[in-house]
């Protein structure tokens, strides 16, 4: 199996600033897509961010595009989101997911792209 692991998530303030790592097990990391995706109670899984294997393309939901910023190190097998101007309704468990894919530019919004994917870690953003 591949494993995914969240981790950096916490209890912040409005307007803070924090990093969530995923670290993937595996010796095949760089092959896959990246996704981060967050549920807040009472939602749907939603789509936040995505980038490439090759870390080429990346995409963002409206919501929070021009303050999250996804990242992808091959080396360290990891995938990144750095989260700026933090707003009560980011509040939500934020996953990690995996697409397995061919293509250096392939990126994926719908839950159901991904095969694999991590436990979560909580954000809380508290005003």
């Known amino acids: 199996q591949v494993q995914l692991v969240e981790s950096g998530g916490g209890l912040v303030q409005v307007g803070v600033s924090l990093r969530l790592s995923c670290a993937a097990s595996?010796?095949?990391?760089?092959?896959?897509?990246m996704g981060w995706f967050r549920q807040a109670p009472g939602k749907e899984r939603e789509f936040v961010a995505a980038i490439s294997r090759s870390a080429l393309r990346t995409e963002y939901a409206d919501s929070v595009k021009g303050r999250f910023t996804i990242s992808k190190n091959n080396a360290e097998k990891t995938v990144y989101l750095q989260m700026n101007s933090l707003r009560p309704e980011d509040t939500a468990v934020y996953y990690c997911?995996?697409?397995?894919?061919?293509?250096?530019?392939?990126?994926?919004?719908?839950?159901?792209?991904?095969?694999?994917w991590g436990q979560g870690t909580q954000v809380t953003v508290s005003s």
């Open positions: 595996g010796r095949t990391f760089s092959s896959y897509a």
């Open positions: 997911a995996a697409a397995p894919s061919s293509n250096y530019y392939y990126t994926a919004r719908e839950v159901r792209e991904y095969d694999y």
